[in-house]
């Protein structure tokens, strides 16, 4: 019984396997999954922690969870990341305060790692205390410890290759075999890692903690993407603000709109772009090898790379693909909020996904063909002040007022000149700007500050006759 096979993978893979399969092969999975043949752990991934966000950490959690739950198992309590040397220190909060107790982290050899021991408690900055498993050497770590190892239990994380999948029964029966030669008077058990936590814990052991950060020193492959790894941060807010705003319409309007599908198939993309892997590397075979100048060029237009760069597309594409389900899903929303406010006419709602008050400049397309009017000013729906607008065709801009944490307001449009007064005084000829407190002079031919006079305190703010102007770019 102690011998019976186990194989641990990432929630996200096996989810995938589940929808994918059918017949005898999803009756074969299911039955492995139920009788614990087949264990998911906590992660759905090897994430690039740093490039992720909170609220996307948390939720792949829910990957593995809801297996669990559809196979009446209980909850993961172990988790694994490979391949990445180094990972934020909101990893063993965001694990601990989630129910898991262990964390496996096997390290790419070629890359350097983080100066820590092989086991230690990795300590959050809420205080959270997670017992992590360090192995530098490769994504698993060996059948004998190390000979300075001071614990009586030991884990063997036997980690086949990447892309190879499980090993074959002949070679899990040689490893046994080996091991039992090796450490005859030892009891060796498979099983799952979590398994190692709760044996290592009957020791009562004296582990160390570190408390820090690992700054990500494998991260550069995001910004070989730049496009797509800004519009992953993007994402990583407007989806959950969506959700929030829905929520809240809910509640307001009295409506059941439910839009959980789309929200979490978006969450499952941003997670899978936070994933570790950017496709193919020329050095694992499948494409030309290493090219440069003229012969680069002509190999790379005879499609020689081609299969190499798709396995990159298909990285950028999730979070396209999350860009495509969330943007009419999140403007949809937004009309619905403006629709159900009880302001007669035309209007502009902003709102405010923060939670925290908040005022500052609004830009936006007023959406409207062939725009032949402009918009003066607004009006304050509630306070009923008056501010003015920037118009540029289509596009409106304007200063909005505090608008109250996860709340909104709403601004009525004057078609029509408003009078106001400013207390700046605009003098192009002299390329002066002033107002009661400062008087500002710039160079129309480089941009550079000329003068900036304290007006209040007759002083000067930049230094005359230096060699260097003032914000001048060298």
């Known amino acids: 019984e102690s011998e019976q096979f186990v194989w641990t993978i990432p929630g996200w893979p096996l989810k995938y396997m589940l929808a994918n399969s059918s017949g005898e092969y999803q009756e074969k999975l299911s039955k492995a999954i139920a009788e614990g043949r087949i264990v998911p752990h906590a992660l759905p991934a090897t994430y690039e922690t740093e490039a992720s966000d909170l609220e996307t950490l948390v939720r792949g959690l829910s990957i593995t969870s809801g297996i669990n739950q559809r196979f009446g198992l209980p909850e993961a309590r172990d988790a694994k990341l490979t391949d990445v040397p180094s990972h ?8 601990k305060n989630a129910g898991v107790d262990f964390l496996h982290i096997g390290c790419n050899p070629g890359s ?9 408690w990795w300590q959050g900055p809420d205080g959270s205390k997670l017992l992590t498993f360090y192995w530098a050497q490769y994504y698993g770590s060996g059948i004998l410890p190390p000979k300075d190892w001071p614990y009586k239990t030991w884990l063997a994380m036997i980690h086949t290759h990447e892309n190879t999948g499980a090993p074959s029964p002949e070679e899990v029966a040689e490893l046994l075999r080996s091991a039992k030669e090796e450490m005859p008077d030892v009891n060796i058990k498979i099983g799952r890692l979590s398994d190692f936590h709760d044996l290592l814990m009957k020791e009562n052991p004296q582990i160390p903690v570190i408390k820090g950060d690992m700054p990500d020193s494998w991260i550069h492959g995001y910004m070989s993407k730049p496009r797509e790894t800004k519009l992953s941060k993007l994402l990583q807010r407007e989806t959950f603000n969506t959700e929030i ?19 979490q198939k978006t969450a499952e993309n941003i997670m899978l772009y936070d994933e570790h892997t950017f496709g193919l590397a020329l050095s694992h075979g499948n494409q030309h090898r290493w090219t440069w100048d003229d012969e680069f060029k002509i190999n790379k237009s005879l499609g020689y790379y081609d299969y190499l760069e798709t396995s990159w597309m298909e990285k950028a594409n999730r979070i396209h693909a999350a860009e495509r389900i969330l943007i009419p899903v999140k403007n949809k929303t937004l009309k619905n909020l403006a629709k159900n406010v009880g302001v007669k006419g035309k209007k502009i709602v902003v709102y ?19 725009k032949k009017f402009e918009i003066y000013g607004l009006q304050d729906a509630e306070s009923g002040y008056v501010i003015l607008v920037y118009n540029d065709y289509n596009l409106v801009s304007f200063d909005a007022g505090i608008i109250p944490s996860l709340g909104y307001k709403t601004y009525i449009p004057f078609l029509k000149p408003i009078d106001h007064e400013s207390s700046v005084i605009l003098d192009k000829a002299n390329n002066k700007i002033e107002n009661q407190y400062f008087r500002l002079i710039l160079n129309p031919e480089d941009g550079t500050v000329v003068s900036l006079f304290d007006k209040k305190n007759n002083k000067e703010l930049v230094m005359q006759g230096s060699e260097e102007k003032f914000g001048q770019y060298i």
């Not at 934020?88 to 694990?95: F, H, I, K, Y």
């Not at 350097?112 to 230690?120: E, G, I, T």
Request: aromatic letters at 12%; a negative charge.
């Open 88 to 95: 934020s220190w909101a990893l063993p909060t965001v694990l």
């Open 112 to 120: 350097a790692s983080p100066d820590v021991p092989v086991l230690f």
């Open 245 to 263: 705003l829905n929520t809240q319409l809910n509640e307001w309007a009295g409506t059941d709109l439910n839009i959980d599908k789309f929200i």
């Open 352 to 370: 405010n996904p923060l939670p925290w008050p908040r005022e500052g400049r609004i830009s936006m397309f007023a959406g409207i063909y062939q």
